[in-house]
């Protein structure tokens, strides 16, 4: 009956809390948003790695019955050390992504776009050039993409131009499936499906991710059951699904730019120093070595 926990770097995960809500809507979240350290998609592997292990050492101590890794740069950097280390199922962006690019794709390229961190990672080529080869993939950074999307420019020209800088090669190369690799992309699913040829399957990597999350609960029998358990007589039962956000700083005009990504308002935001988030991955680590 535990809450499910989602991180990411900043506000971008909230693309993937979207569509976990759409696709799990009995089952209650915490969001925590690394506000306070954004970006990591600029950051090294080493830096990544530790902030992810605090992020969801924050999480875990809430009680979270999952996981999720909703930032694809510490899902590149740090989702093998997470599953090793903590004792609940740790998902990242990057397998399901690859997974669907891999059932869309009609065998022509497959084109991946994200963050430098990400892009630079391999993490993404990697995996599909195990299938289809490495001349079959095709990987462009775009930077730019992040502060367009949280400053609400999707149907700016400008963000038809950055569109056309950055995938213009993708495009001459006919990618036949093209992953959009940063979850803050999808706000910009539409100006990328204009340029793009009409043929060209966009892999929402949140949507990926919600599946994997809940045939995940499936196997695990962590599925929180549709029906509400009986309450007290006079009480109400509580009102599906229980959202949490946590941020690490709350900056300006967050619950504006915030609602854009998870297609909702979002009420109420916490804020919990980084000591105390470093004091949580601090506690998680001992654990384990004691165990």
């Known amino acids: 009956m535990g809450p499910i926990g989602v991180f990411d770097s900043g506000m971008g995960g909230l693309t993937v809390l979207r569509a976990l809500l759409r696709?799990?809507?009995d089952e209650d979240?915490?969001?925590f948003g690394d506000t306070a350290r954004v970006p990591y998609g600029t950051k090294g592997a080493r830096t990544v790695r530790a902030f992810a292990r605090q992020d969801a050492a924050f999480l875990h101590a809430q009680g979270?019955?999952?996981i999720?890794?909703?930032?694809?740069?510490?899902?590149?950097?740090?989702l093998d050390e997470l599953q090793q280390e903590f004792p609940v199922p740790v998902l990242g962006v990057i397998e399901p992504g690859i997974e669907t690019a891999l059932a869309r794709t009609r065998g022509g390229p497959i084109g991946v776009i994200g963050t430098s961190g990400t892009i630079r990672s391999g993490k993404y080529q990697e995996g599909l050039a195990r299938?289809?080869?490495a001349a079959r993939v095709r990987a462009r950074e775009c930077p730019l993409f992040v502060p367009l999307a949280e400053e609400g420019l999707t149907e700016h020209p400008i963000t038809e131009m950055a569109v056309a800088e950055y995938l213009l090669p993708l495009r001459e190369a006919r990618v036949d499936t093209l992953i959009l690799g940063c979850t803050h992309y999808p706000l910009l699913k539409r100006a990328i499906s204009r340029f793009m040829e009409p043929e060209t399957?966009?892999?929402?990597s949140a949507e990926a991710l919600a599946g994997a999350a809940a045939r995940t609960l499936a196997e695990r029998g962590l599925v929180r059951p549709a029906v509400a358990p009986p309450v007290a007589a006079g009480e109400a039962a509580p009102a599906r699904p229980q959202l949490e956000f946590w941020l690490s700083d709350v900056p300006w005009k967050f619950a504006e730019a915030g609602a854009r990504f998870l297609g909702r308002p979002i009420e109420s935001v916490r804020q919990v120093n980084l000591d105390e988030v470093e004091q949580a991955g601090r506690l998680v680590r001992e654990q384990r070595r004691g165990a």
Do not use: E, H, Q
Not at 201 to 204: K, R, Y
């Open 68 to 78: 999720v890794v909703a930032c694809n740069t510490a899902s590149a950097f740090a």
């Open 64 to 66: 979270v019955k999952m």
């Open 131 to 133: 299938v289809v080869g």
């Open 29 to 31: 979240f915490i969001y």
């Open 23 to 25: 696709r799990l809507p």
């Open 201 to 204: 399957a966009l892999v929402d």
